[in-house]
């Protein structure tokens, strides 16, 4: 079976207290070019699409402001405009197209959303072993283990 393992990242609070959250390191690129850049992201099943920050579309060499005009709403009750752009995204050795969107700002955090994400992998968070695991789709047997 083939999978892909991703340690949760840890935040040390002001409480002292440490706080474990799901990111996996993903590379990114351009449609039409052949530079790739690496990201840690947050991994987050509550949110529809995967967002970067307006750096990384410049980082990317994407003019912002021709992809298309979206409004983003976040759990915090923000909103905020971005740009969706086709780009091409790998996790572990998989590749795929994605519609990534782009904020119209640079504090935007990095998170990788189900759209179209879960479409292309099970993803299993084991919270006890602070692991984020992804199963490509492909894997039929897999995926024939859980339905039968």
């Not at 909103?79 to 572990?92: E, N, R, T, Y």
Request: positive net charge; without cysteine; aromatic residues 12%.
């Amino acid at each position: 079976m083939s999978k892909f393992i991703f340690p949760y990242s840890f935040e040390l609070l002001e409480n002292r207290k440490i706080f474990a959250y799901p990111t996996v390191n993903i590379t990114l690129k351009k449609l039409t070019s052949k530079n790739e850049f690496s990201f840690l992201i947050l991994v987050d099943s509550g949110a529809e699409l995967s967002l970067f920050p307006k750096s990384d579309s410049e980082l990317l060499g994407l003019k912002l402001e021709q992809g298309q005009k979206i409004n983003i709403g976040s759990a915090s009750g923000d909103k905020f405009l971005a740009f969706l752009h086709p780009v091409m995204m790998k996790i572990g050795n998989k590749r795929i197209k994605i519609e990534a969107a782009f904020s119209s700002k640079d504090n935007t955090p990095r998170v990788l959303g189900r759209n179209p994400l879960f479409s292309h992998f099970f993803i299993a968070f084991d919270h006890k072993k602070q692991n984020t695991i992804f199963i490509p789709r492909s894997d039929k047997q897999f995926e024939k283990s859980i339905y039968s």
